[in-house]
Nanobody, 127 residues
């Protein structure tokens, strides 16, 4: 049993930065692969970025590459999404997701990969 809790969302201006955190209870992120997804109003939930169970290897959606960075503390209960150069189109509810499995890199973007999900945190970027 793993529970995830996102924090760090809020209202920021275009070009600003924000760091989202995902706290895991029950396991450390050293035993979990982590991903972030987001869902804008009226849109499908989409992949943002992910990191493998072993750490090191990450990937990100084309829309956020070069701006967002996913990371985790393997021996601790915290995962992160650092968001820089924020744009209004980044406005969405952001969800962290985790799995105790060991997905290959290409599977990080698949919602079905993850058995644990947080409740989401709202990020709003004003113009």
């Amino acid at each position: 049993q793993v529970q995830l809790l996102e924090s760090g969302g809020g209202l920021v201006q275009t070009g600003g930065s924000l760091r989202l955190s995902c706290a895991a209870s029950g396991r450390t992120f050293g035993t979990l692969a982590l991903a972030w997804f987001r869902q804008a109003s009226g849109k499908d939930r989409e992949y943002v970025a992910g990191i493998k169970k072993s750490g090191g290897v990450t990937n990100a959606a084309d829309s956020v590459k070069g701006r967002f960075t996913v990371s985790k503390d393997r021996g601790k209960n915290m995962g992160y999404l650092q968001m820089n150069s924020l744009k209004p189109e980044d406005t969405a509810v952001y969800y962290c997701a985790a799995t105790a499995g060991n997905p290959i890199t290409s599977s990080l973007s698949n919602r079905a990969t993850y058995e644990y999900w947080g409740q989401g945190t709202q990020v709003t970027v004003s113009s």
